[in-house]
């Protein structure tokens, strides 16, 4: 949900433009445009937390969510299937307001798994060959480590480790 604000943020928010927040998460590998960004703000992939004069601002935690959401782009998964992601996310994490931002998630392209604890050793199945209405299978963690890859939050950028 955006918040239309009568006064742009307070400096040292962490408010970023759409050309910045492209550039952030451009990497050697990966071109990102502002265009491309608006397109998932606009499509409700990420929406924008703020909202000034029609131009949308990204909070570090948008940022955070759209650089997983890249993530997942880049091992498979179409806008659409990020976007079922999002909503299987938020169903199963209710408390959380950016659900990309704060998980470990595993996927081989067509299943998604996340950890629902960072100290459990156990992954919910999401979405999948297993996944049945209103139940999420467990499933070990090294298990899943051995085919899918691993996409993360960790310190300062988005990490993604494939699967020995």
Known sequence: MSIILDESPRLGEGIYTLPQAARLLTRRE???TAQKVRYWLSSGLVPATYQID?????TFHDLISLEVVAR??????????VR????????EFKDRERPFAYGIFYTDGKSLWAKATHQDNQ??????????RGSNPTAWADAVQTFADEIRFKDRIASRQRGT
């Not at 029609?54 to 990204?58: D, Y």
């Not at 992954?123 to 049945?132: F, H, P, Q, S």
């Open 30 to 32: 990966r071109h990102l």
């Open 123 to 132: 992954v919910l199945e999401l979405i999948g060959k297993k996944v049945r």
């Open 54 to 58: 029609n131009n949308a601002l990204l």
């Open 84 to 91: 079922k992601v999002e909503e299987v996310l938020r169903e």
């Open 72 to 81: 997942f782009v880049e091992t498979g998964w179409s806008v659409q299937g």
